[in-house]
């Protein structure tokens, strides 16, 4: 069975109270649902062990911050803030018992920036991390790297990590490479994901929308039933601003449920 998971950020618990308890009460009634907690800079100990508390009994996940956050692996000169910014999600996912830390590549298109991402990857050390793919453009216009699955292979390989696949990601990186979504979409399936992360979209276009599923095109019966596994864990990241409540984020999960075969 495929457990469907809520995208949480640790500073919810400040700026929308009501997401938090809507999200706790769901998994305190249903089965097969997890978190997947952005934890933001700075977060403290003590948000954490609120957020357990809230949480307690489900599975929570980690995500690091990206390159918005100011966390760029592609960026030598970055490395110590690097290093302290995943600080503090290795503390969450040590509080939290998380399996898996997602962690993107990092900003620069080609070789060096690619290595640049592998060399630091190899410092943090940390089995419970999973490389996400990316776009080939992150939402300010950075380029990125680690959005071919010839590249995510390789940082799989140099590293050793486990891969988060992203659906979204995916889509838009063929799209803009000019080149069909399901062999883009097939190349990351083959490398065997430790966790998929899926939103709706637009299907010829090359921004990543995280629309509400049902707002957009995305073939996502097939991205479901053909290229997750029956055991998979899949966050949702449908919807854009702080929530005032859970209500669209449980009609997603319960939408994907539908879907599931």
Known sequence: MRKFGFKIFTNNLNNSPQ?????????????????????????????????KMYFRGAEVRVHAPHNIMGFDTGCAEKE?????????????ADILGAATIVVHAGCGKGEKYLAETIRQFRIFDDKRIV??????????????HGNTP??????????????????????????YAKTDIDVFLQGF????????????????????????????????????????LPDAY?????????????????ADMEYLRRLEK
């Open 19 to 51: 997401l938090i308890e809507d999200v706790a009460k769901y998994l305190q009634e249903n089965d097969g649902a997890f978190v997947e907690l952005m934890v933001v800079n700075d977060t403290s100990v003590d948000d954490i062990q609120k957020l």
């Open 80 to 92: 110590l803030s690097n290093r302290k910014i995943l600080a503090t999600s290795q503390m969450a």
């Open 189 to 228: 399936a083959d490398l065997h994901p430790n966790v998929y992360h899926i939103s709706d979209g637009d299907v010829v276009g090359v921004d990543d929308l995280h629309l509400h599923f049902g707002e957009g095109n995305f073939p996502l019966d097939k991205m479901i039933n053909h290229y997750t």
């Open 234 to 250: 899949v966050t949702m990241e449908t919807g854009y601003g702080i929530p005032s409540s859970a209500q669209k984020w449980i």
């Open 131 to 144: 490389v996400e793919n990316l776009p080939f453009f992150a939402s300010d216009g950075a380029p990125l």
């Open 150 to 175: 010839p590249e995510i292979a390789l940082i799989k390989e140099q590293v050793g990590c486990g891969f988060c696949m992203d659906f979204s990601h995916a889509v838009c990186a063929a799209n």
